[in-house]
């Protein structure tokens, strides 16, 4: 697909404007400086038409406009007198100004980008219809400029059928992102080699506290970091269950034409914490999926959000909107109208079931 040139984007009735924004600027501030008092002096601000025209124009036209705004600049000011001169000192010091602007705003950019590719990095983007599974989710961090923390989630098809885990690594920062990309990292690997669903939880387990262990040895203070998740295992033999284990996480729910249903009743300690059990890790639960049922899996964000009388958000599924793009869309947007889009903590929903035949049948890697 080609670019779209400055020009195309500003048009009224297929003629290119693009010049008008930054004129209209140019005219308004010689009109306010020649309409205020002397003492108020305006037309330093023309330093901004040649920027606003090279977000607009073209390199002919951004040089047409920093020719104009400087001429104007000189003839308005001296056209006063000499006491109420902004004088070139000004002129310069506004053009020193927006350069220092235009600094930070790529220095912003750049973080953004970078931050941006983090995220794809660790929450890896995913085909709708992957491994046999159809899917649905969304991430809201709390921190907007972060655009990445402690909440992950993937799928992994392989030989075994497909695995599920979606999780929330405790704390904030790059040390809860450090950590979450270690579990997946591990749960990538382990779900597409390991027969048993018990084994690849034991794996992200020991992935906790050696990840722990190494952090620690640097010296930092966050090495005990813990992890509550959800693991579920779809199985290639038995289209007619889930495999689940819960691990210290919110439980999930599933949502089906007939009604809506918890998954589990309770589930077992955090990732990390597992040597503080007596009983040992939670146990695999088959739990019976008819067709079309969707299982749906929220962070803590969903439910500690609260509105401005401090009411929690009783998450709740609706039975008409089983698709998980449509479940996905109403918890967000639940979420984010209850708590008038403060969010206290990063947010994930995701919702999966069994694709069609027809949608998901042979989607498997390499």
């Given at each position: 697909m080609s670019g779209v040139g400055r020009g195309q984007v500003l048009r009224v009735r297929g003629r290119g404007v693009a010049w008008l924004p930054p004129l209209l600027l140019l005219v308004a501030i010689t009109a306010i400086d020649y309409n205020t008092a002397a003492e108020l002096r305006m037309i330093s601000w023309v330093v901004l038409v040649p920027g606003i025209a090279a977000a607009t124009c073209g390199v002919a036209g951004t040089a047409v406009f920093a020719?104009?705004?400087?001429?104007?600049?000189?003839?308005?000011?001296?056209?006063?007198?000499?006491?109420?001169?902004?004088?070139?000192?000004?002129?310069?010091?506004?053009?020193?100004?927006?350069?220092?602007?235009?600094?930070?705003?790529?220095?912003?950019?750049?973080?953004?980008?970078?931050?941006?590719t983090t995220r794809r990095t660790v929450l890896r983007p995913l085909p709708p219809v992957w491994g046999g599974l159809e899917h649905a989710e969304v991430y809201l961090a709390a921190d907007s400029e972060a655009r990445v923390g402690g909440d992950f989630y993937d799928i992994q098809p392989g030989p075994h059928g497909t695995r599920v885990l979606v999780g929330d690594v405790q704390g904030k920062g790059l040390g809860a992102v450090e950590e979450a990309a270690a579990l997946l990292g591990t749960f990538r690997e382990a779900a597409y080699h390991e027969p048993a669903l018990a084994t690849v939880a034991e794996r992200l387990e020991i992935r906790v506290r050696r990840h722990g262990g190494h952090v620690t040895a640097l010296g930092?203070?966050?090495?005990?970091?813990?992890?509550?998740?959800?693991?579920?295992?779809?199985?290639?033999?038995?289209?007619?269950?889930?495999?689940?284990?819960?691990?210290?996480?919110?439980?999930?729910?599933?949502?089906?034409?007939?009604?809506?249903?918890?998954?589990?009743?309770?589930?077992?300690?955090?990732?990390?914490?597992?040597?503080?059990?007596?009983?040992?890790?939670?146990?695999?639960?088959?739990?019976?999926?008819?067709?079309?049922?969707?299982?749906?899996?929220?962070?803590?964000?969903?439910?500690?959000?609260?509105?401005?009388?401090?009411?929690?958000?009783?998450?709740?599924?609706?039975?008409?909107?089983?698709?998980?793009?449509?479940?996905?869309?109403?918890?967000?947007?639940?979420?984010?109208?209850?708590?008038?889009?403060?969010?206290?903590?990063?947010?994930?929903?995701?919702?999966?079931?069994?694709?069609?035949?027809?949608?998901?049948?042979?989607?498997r890697p390499s």
């Amino acid at each position: 697909m080609s670019g779209v040139g400055r020009g195309q984007v500003l048009r009224v009735r297929g003629r290119g404007v693009a010049w008008l924004p930054p004129l209209l600027l140019l005219v308004a501030i010689t009109a306010i400086d020649y309409n205020t008092a002397a003492e108020l002096r305006m037309i330093s601000w023309v330093v901004l038409v040649p920027g606003i025209a090279a977000a607009t124009c073209g390199v002919a036209g951004t040089a047409v406009f920093a020719a104009l705004a400087l001429v104007t600049y000189v003839a308005a000011d001296s056209s006063w007198p000499h006491q109420y001169q902004s004088g070139l000192p000004d002129f310069i010091l506004a053009v020193l100004a927006c350069a220092v602007r235009l600094r930070g705003e790529r220095s912003m950019l750049h973080m953004r980008g970078v931050a941006d590719t983090t995220r794809r990095t660790v929450l890896r983007p995913l085909p709708p219809v992957w491994g046999g599974l159809e899917h649905a989710e969304v991430y809201l961090a709390a921190d907007s400029e972060a655009r990445v923390g402690g909440d992950f989630y993937d799928i992994q098809p392989g030989p075994h059928g497909t695995r599920v885990l979606v999780g929330d690594v405790q704390g904030k920062g790059l040390g809860a992102v450090e950590e979450a990309a270690a579990l997946l990292g591990t749960f990538r690997e382990a779900a597409y080699h390991e027969p048993a669903l018990a084994t690849v939880a034991e794996r992200l387990e020991i992935r906790v506290r050696r990840h722990g262990g190494h952090v620690t040895a640097l010296g930092r203070d966050d090495g005990d970091r813990f992890a509550t998740a959800v693991l579920l295992g779809f199985p290639e033999a038995d289209t007619g269950v889930v495999e689940a284990m819960v691990f210290g996480h919110e439980p999930p729910l599933v949502v089906g034409p007939s009604g809506v249903r918890p998954l589990l009743a309770a589930g077992g300690l955090p990732l990390g914490l597992g040597a503080l059990s007596a009983d040992g890790p939670p146990p695999v639960h088959r739990v019976p999926l008819g067709p079309g049922e969707t299982v749906l899996l929220t962070s803590d964000g969903v439910t500690e959000a609260r509105d401005p009388a401090g009411e929690f958000y009783a998450l709740a599924g609706d039975p008409r909107a089983v698709e998980p793009r449509r479940l996905v869309a109403l918890v967000r947007d639940g979420t984010l109208g209850h708590c008038g889009g403060h969010l206290l903590d990063d947010t994930t929903v995701f919702a999966v079931r069994r694709a069609d035949e027809r949608a998901g049948k042979g989607r498997r890697p390499s």
